[in-house]
């Protein structure tokens, strides 16, 4: 594939934290956006751009790496070069930026929710963007296929077989997401239901895409298992934003008959 662009004469520009850059401005521009519409200050989605994009990178390459501790450990310093190698994880960085968004919400007194459902839309955004980054850096890809858009990649495990693109599959699936959630947001009348939709549908993505990734660049959750680790990830997230965003659905409908019943006295 392409996992270094250009060179500028020493300095190597790679495919992977270019496209991951991409989608990170991507979604900031479509965030502001989101921001004026639910008459924020634009400048709210630069502030906690900057807390969620330190603490997700260094949770997705602290959780990448820790779940392939064994490729790393004869070379531990290799772990730092994720601008070239590439190698995040999605869950840890997801991990990091709720983390950072809950501190970023206390300090400025404002909802995490109302920041959830602030960005939901560019979640899906630079994921399905930074995907094209994993296409181009030669990682995440499927299983072997016969399929005519199957694409060869130079990995040790099927050498010029073709394989299923799934990281463009992941793309086009993210994009998907993107766009019913800027269909649902104006339909979901309850702060944080917007994002723990984006939570049960990127869930549903993942686990779909992984049934091709298995036996390719997906790691079971033991040796031999049919199940993925991202699998069993999306499995806890997916149920947890399920109970979650009933519990707020019930509690934006018992505020509403609440006011109903104020009204009617």
């Known amino acids: 594939m392409f ?39 634009p400048d709210l989605p630069i502030d906690l751009g900057v807390w969620v994009l330190v603490a997700g990178v260094l949770f997705a390459r602290g959780v990448f790496v820790a779940v392939n501790w064994r490729d790393y450990a004869p070379y531990p310093a290799e772990a730092l070069y994720v601008w070239r190698q590439g190698g995040l994880s999605f869950h840890g960085a997801l991990l990091g930026g709720v983390l950072a968004a809950i501190l970023f919400a206390r300090r400025r007194d404002i909802s995490f929710w109302t920041l959830g459902d602030m960005v939901a839309p560019s979640i899906a955004l630079g994921y399905g963007i930074a995907r094209f980054g994993c296409l181009l850096n030669g990682c995440c890809y499927g299983v072997p296929t016969s399929l005519p858009w199957g694409i060869s990649f130079p990995q040790y495990h099927f050498p010029n077989q073709p394989l299923h693109p799934t990281q463009i599959y992941a793309a086009l699936a993210s994009f998907i997401i993107m766009g019913l959630l800027l269909c649902a947001r104006r339909r979901l009348g309850v702060p944080g239901q917007l994002f723990l939709l984006y939570l049960m549908l990127y869930s549903l993505a993942r686990s779909g895409v992984e049934v091709l990734r298995r036996g390719a660049s997906a790691t079971p959750i033991v040796s031999g298992s049919a199940v993925t680790q991202a699998q069993v990830a999306s499995a806890v997230i997916f149920v947890v934003a399920l109970v979650w965003f009933m519990c707020l659905a019930r509690a934006g409908r018992k505020r509403t008959g609440h006011r109903e019943n104020e009204a009617a006295k």
């Not at 520009?13 to 991409?22: A, I, Q, R, S």
């Open 3 to 41: 996992p270094t662009l250009f060179r500028i004469g020493p300095v190597e520009v790679h495919g992977y934290g270019t496209l991951l850059m991409v989608g990170f401005v991507a979604g900031i521009l479509l965030a502001r956006r989101e921001a004026r519409r639910m008459r924020l200050s």
